[in-house]
């Protein structure tokens, strides 16, 4: 490349101000290095931008085509600036978030609408994983932040929070035998096929929502209930993931007798192990300030 930046911002310039005395004007320089910048251009790239045959110069056909790449030049320019002088002051230059996909994440398109607006410099990544491994992805810094299902013995390294609940049903087919008993009890589901998550780990919290014997794992809730609506088992699943085919009648939840409401707490992981930067504060912020994001 022979042309130089100053160069593409004189020819810009030009094109905007409609002159190269009034470019120059704006510019602060004399005439003489606005027509001098813009004819070494015209060298450079070999071809004639501006037509000269009036008293005021005008875009050629050629003019026209590289006037909007130059100008995506300085703007990927000023933002590159604006970046470097961000991250120069501590912010992020990514930022992870890992959601349990037992989360519903409608509420969180408005909050990362939000975000967005106010760090528009950062890449930003989330990710969805289940249990042990959402912890995993935090406590070795492959996220920064995380949310998942409440804990028993968390890595001391990683900070938390309560982030809301999740409220659970046992859902089969309609075309399953429990899903025409008015009441279901504990024996009546150990003589079915239960469907449970599991994570990559295959971690030790996986069996905590066991109760058959008869069981096949899945990686996540969307696999658990694809196996419901097609009738190979039953399952425990998150409420908000069954509205859909519950209005379509596809799937049934059951009236269990044992417990008559199931709630998983959340909580919000970030490692203590290194500091967040302003963007990551802010996000842990909002996300432990949500009330209820689980349902």
């Known amino acids: ?60 056909e050629q003019g026209e085509r590289l006037l909007p790449e130059a100008r995506l030049i300085l703007e990927r320019c000023d933002y590159l600036s604006d970046l470097g002088l961000a991250m120069g002051k501590g912010l992020e230059a990514k930022l ?69 609940s999740v409220h659970v049903v046992a859902a089969a087919s309609n075309q399953h035998p429990l899903a025409h008993k008015s009441q279901v009890s504990a024996l009546d589901l150990k003589q079915y096929r239960q469907i449970l998550v599991t994570d990559k780990q295959a971690g030790a ?38 509205q859909h085919p519950l209005a379509l009648g596809e799937v049934s939840t059951l009236a269990i007798d044992f417990d008559q409401e199931i709630v998983i707490q959340l909580d919000l992981l970030w490692t203590q192990k290194q500091s967040l930067g302003p963007a990551g504060q802010w996000l842990r912020q909002q996300l432990g300030s949500m009330g209820n994001p689980g349902t």
């Open 1 to 60: 490349m022979n042309f130089s930046l100053d160069q593409l911002l004189a020819f810009v310039t030009a094109a905007q101000a409609g002159s190269f005395s009034a470019a120059a004007r704006e510019l602060g320089k004399a005439q003489s290095v606005v027509s001098t910048a813009i004819s070494n251009l015209e060298i450079d790239l070999g071809l004639t931008l501006f037509s000269r045959e009036q008293r005021s110069p005008t875009l050629t």
């Open 96 to 164: 992870t978030l890992v959601v349990d996909d037992i989360v519903s994440t409608g509420w969180l398109s408005d909050l990362l609408k939000e975000f967005a607006s106010l760090y528009p410099e950062i890449e930003f990544e989330l990710l969805f994983a289940k249990m042990d491994d959402v912890v995993d992805m935090v406590h070795s810094g492959r996220a920064h932040l995380g949310i998942t299902e409440r804990l028993d013995n968390a890595p001391l390294t990683l900070g938390f929070r309560g982030a809301g």
């Open 205 to 242: 919290g996986r069996n905590r929502a066991r109760i058959a014997s008869d069981i096949w794992w899945t990686e996540s809730h969307f696999g658990v209930l694809d196996m419901i609506q097609a009738n190979i088992g039953w399952g425990f699943i998150p409420e908000h993931l069954v």
